[in-house]
Nanobody, 123 residues
Framework: QVQLVESGGGLVQAGGSLRLSCAAS????????MYWFRQAPGKEREFVAR????????YYSDSVKGRFTISRDNVKNMVYLQMNSLKPEDTAVYYC????????????????WGKGTVVTVSS
C-alpha cells in the first residue's frame, strides 16, 4: 500500500502561483511514477503532469505546459506541482497519483490516489 496526502491548495487570483505538495508513505517511493491529475466540477479527471521514477523525465498536458512544473524528492518521499500564471480554468480538485507504470494519460487503473486538494483561481 502507498498512502498519498496532498496539500497546498487554496484560493488565488488569476496570474498568481501555488505550490502543491504530495507526501507519500508506505512502499518504496522510488518504485512509482508520480502523477498529478485534476477534476473540475462536472468534468472527468484529467491528466496534468507526470514524473518518472528518478525525476529525470517529465511530461505535461498541453493546457499547463510552460506554466506548471512537477518535481519529486525521493529522499523526502515528496512530489510537488509548482503552478504559475494560474488561470480560472485551472480551478479544480488536484489529485496526486502513483503507479508502477509510466505513460498513463487516463485516470483509470491508477495504483494509488490521494484524496485531493482544492485549487480555486478567481478572475
Amino acid at each position: 500500500q502507498v498512502q498519498l496526502v496532498e496539500s497546498g491548495g487554496g484560493l488565488v487570483q488569476a496570474g498568481g502561483s501555488l505550490r502543491l505538495s504530495c507526501a507519500a508513505s508506505g512502499r518504496t517511493f522510488s518504485n512509482y511514477v508520480m502523477y498529478w491529475f485534476r477534476q473540475a466540477p462536472g468534468k472527468e479527471r484529467e491528466f496534468v503532469a507526470r514524473i518518472n521514477w528518478y525525476g529525470t523525465a517529465t511530461y505535461y498536458s498541453d493546457s499547463v505546459k510552460g506554466r506548471f512544473t512537477i518535481s519529486r524528492d525521493n529522499v523526502k518521499n515528496m512530489v510537488y506541482l509548482q503552478m504559475n500564471s494560474l488561470k480560472p480554468e485551472d480551478t479544480a480538485v488536484y489529485y496526486c497519483g502513483a503507479d508502477r507504470m509510466s505513460g498513463k494519460l487516463a485516470a483509470s487503473g491508477m495504483d494509488y490516489w490521494g484524496k485531493g486538494t482544492v485549487v480555486t483561481v478567481s478572475s
